[in-house]
């Protein structure tokens, strides 16, 4: 079992920036990577970055490529979303979530099997 928490959602302005926590506990040696994602209202649950827990690799969303940075800290078992730039569609319930299996699909909610419980992140214009 993996145990996630995040923090750091807050109200900003556009154009300002966030940082994104997710502490993660349990069987942490297991997993193969973590991602962000978010859910929008009104929209499905959307992949935002991905990191691959060996390697260092990420990927990123088209839509915050440029303006957001997924990182990880191995000794404190922590991932961190940094996101500049803010703009209001960036305004969601953002979610951490971890991965054993490492199949194809960093941006598939499927793909993941455990979750955070979400922090709430609101862009106003």
């Known amino acids: 079992q993996v145990q996630l928490v995040e923090s750091g959602g807050a109200s900003v302005q556009a154009g300002g920036s966030l940082r994104l926590s997710c502490a993660a506990s349990?069987?942490?040696?297991?997993?193969?990577?973590m991602g962000w994602f978010r859910q929008r209202p009104g929209h499905e649950r959307e992949g935002v970055a991905a990191?691959?827990?060996?390697?260092?690799?990420?990927e990123y969303a088209a839509s915050v490529r440029g303006r957001f940075t997924i990182s990880q800290d191995k000794p404190k078992n922590a991932m961190y979303l940094h996101m500049n730039s803010l703009k209001p569609e960036d305004t969601a319930i953002y979610y951490c979530?971890?991965?054993?299996?490492?199949?194809?699909?960093?941006?598939?909610?499927?793909?993941?099997?455990?979750w955070g419980q979400g922090t709430q992140v609101a862009v106003s214009s």
């Open positions: 979530a971890a991965d054993l299996l490492g199949r194809y699909g960093w941006s598939q909610p499927g793909n993941f099997q455990y």
């Open positions: 349990g069987n942490i040696a297991s997993l193969w990577r």
């Open positions: 990191v691959a827990i060996s390697s260092g690799a990420t």
